[in-house]
């Protein structure tokens, strides 16, 4: 998804002692408009860590990411434009180097490791 002039995951808070998985999914779901009863997590990424502001007191905050599947023949998306989310766009394997350079470094992380451990394997 494109947002503040780089490409980007969804993410977002745990939020009413929901399991991680499930707010991972409501986040892509709220983020891309994209069928939550379509999106199935498949495994677990690489975690990451960053600073965050909240009443100009900063903290550092970790990031748990999940490898997850779409299944639905309609994978158009609907950008959460209040968030700041002006694209979701689907990118193919090949297609990926064009969009390093506009990935956060957390990101870039967490796509060279997905790239690096599982993009090649193959799924059930």
Same mark, same amino acid.
């Given at each position: 998804?494109?947002?503040?002039?780089? #490409?980007?995951?969804?993410?977002?808070?745990?939020?009413? +002692? *929901?399991?991680?998985e499930q707010s991972a999914l409501r986040e892509v779901n709220e983020e891309t408009g994209l069928a939550l009863d379509k999106l199935t997590v498949?495994?677990?990424?690489? &975690?990451? #860590? =960053? /600073?965050?502001?909240?009443?100009?007191?900063? !903290?550092?905050?970790? /990031? =748990? #990411?999940?490898?997850?599947? !779409?299944?639905?023949?309609?994978? *158009?998306?609907? &950008? %959460?434009?209040?968030?700041?989310?002006?694209?979701? +766009?689907?990118?193919?394997?090949?297609?990926?180097? /064009? $969009? +390093? *350079?506009?990935? &956060?470094?957390?990101?870039? $992380?967490?796509?060279?490791? #997905? =790239? %690096?451990?599982? *993009? !090649? /394997? &193959?799924?059930?």
């Open positions: 998804m494109f947002k503040r002039g780089k #490409w980007d995951m969804p993410k977002g808070r745990v939020e009413d +002692r *929901a399991c991680r498949e495994g677990k990424l690489v &975690p990451t #860590w =960053h /600073t965050t502001r909240h009443n100009n007191i900063k !903290y550092l905050k970790k /990031t =748990h #990411w999940f490898l997850m599947r !779409y299944d639905g023949d309609d994978d *158009a998306t609907n &950008p %959460q434009v209040e968030e700041g989310i002006i694209e979701c +766009r689907w990118v193919h394997l090949s297609d990926l180097p /064009t $969009y +390093r *350079a506009l990935l &956060p470094v957390r990101i870039d $992380y967490v796509v060279d490791f #997905w =790239h %690096q451990n599982m *993009a !090649y /394997t &193959p799924r059930p």
